[in-house]
């Protein structure tokens, strides 16, 4: 889901690097995060669905908060923030921890008054006191982080739920900088977690609202540290046998939605390259997932979400092409070769920032807004069920493992077809094989918990994993020769053009050079037994 879902009490049932085992946890937190304009703020604050629905009065209150951390920030580089806030009179003391495994919105959250302004670790559960401790190392804890709010908020009922809706104004401080700070914050007090997505679509009809994934204190270490947010990699559910084809469903589409959100702060950042690549990764699965129970399930929904999700895709193509150009495809033939071929890397470095200004544009549209808010309600409303045939519905409460048996042979064959003659095939076609396998592959991870005590699965994935790595290795030589025919024009200077053919024959000779392998690796494919 794209909420932020904070877990408070005792402590959170994981174990997480700097914390260690833990308690069970208390409760939890489920809350939306949007970023928007003071002036959008403002006309946010009237709109019908927070003004006429709003079972009380508006409440206004200062929260001045700063975050204790070492020299070093050993807190937060072990996933950890200790926060000291001040709300009228009174001081709390909060503990946090990051995201879970699959969770990327999931924290822990341990919290306790205190008499004054400093922190007190003995005031934390005793795990955390001693994990916090284990951690900072004797270290002297210090102001990092310093946030001064205006927090204005509104109990609201929607869709059968209550919402509490804050509108945050104010300043993250640290490091001597200063960053303006106005947010839109959901927070489910009571009800299904649909309505925030329901009223957040409704506010975004009003306002360009932005999508965040990052914390307060994110925003201020990001100004003491200087780095990239993190990425994450997809998580797959542990479906089971007896859960129902819906149940399952729905769980595969949550770790999609998770996978897409978690990565989202990362991509948009761009300075590290994993984040547009797992949001691709995200988008793959979820494009893959969606087509794959298009025939089970033929839900009039499944054809848009599908399109945005392709829309976004190809929006993050050529930030990611050039990432892997540079650092992969590249550094091989220059060493190799004996061109100058700077003008080239200076060239491709160009075409990645441009690539990377444009997924950054992407990720701040109300485009891509509305499309991971309506992803999340229909995810949450169960929507695919609107409109589908009697024996459909009747579909959903089965078992799962016979419609994932079906669609992993449906995929297996369409393998099988398009490589039946392999040795003749272009380097087209073979990218379309490629494509397929991927889809397999895919498919593949989405089920393998199913069958995880047959002897044939792991055997099977290893097959089709490595002919992916070869089949990827030999797609090279195209990636190269298509990125850099587009940028041939750009310079008539002769070495660039010389550079340019140096590095696309140096990749087509190397395609060639693995085709025995390439031959090999599908026939151990082709003749490996399945494990469904």
Known sequence: MALKTRARGAAAADRHEGLGEVAQVASSEIELKLLASKADLAVLREVPSVARNARDAEATRRLNSVYYDTPDCALFRNGLTLRVRRIGRRYVQTLKSTAVAGQPLVRGEWEAPLDGAMPDLARLPAPQAMACREVIAGAALAPTVTTKVRRRTRTVAYAGSLIEVAFDEGMVEANGRREGLYE????????????????????????????????????????????????????????????????????????????????????????????????????????????????????PDIAPLAAEAKWLTRVLAPARNWDVFIADLLPAPAAACGFDLSDLRVAAERHRAQGRAAVAEALADVRYTRFVLSLGSWIEHRGWRNGLPGEAIALLSEPCTGPAADILARQHRRVLKRGAHFGRMTPEERHELRLALKKLRYAADFFAPLYANQRKTKPYLSALSRLQDVMGRYNDAATTRELLGGIGSESMSPQFHEAIGAVVGWHMHEAAACERKLRRRWRGFRDIPTFW
């Open 184 to 299: 839109l914050e959901l927070e489910l007090k009571a009800g299904e977690a649909a309505a925030l997505y329901g009223l957040g679509l409704d506010l975004l009809e009003r306002a360009p609202l932005r999508l965040s994934t990052l914390s307060k204190a994110h925003r201020g270490y990001a100004m003491v540290l200087d780095r990239p947010p993190a990425w994450a990699k997809a998580a797959s559910p542990a479906i089971t046998a007896g859960e129902s084809m819906e149940s399952a469903f729905a769980a595969l589409l949550g770790a999609c939605h998770h996978h897409l959100v978690a990565n989202h702060a990362a991509a948009e950042d761009g300075r590290d390259p994993e984040g547009v690549h797992q949001m691709r990764v995200a988008l793959r699965r979820l494009r893959t997932l969606l087509s794959l129970f298009r025939k089970a399930l033929p839900s």
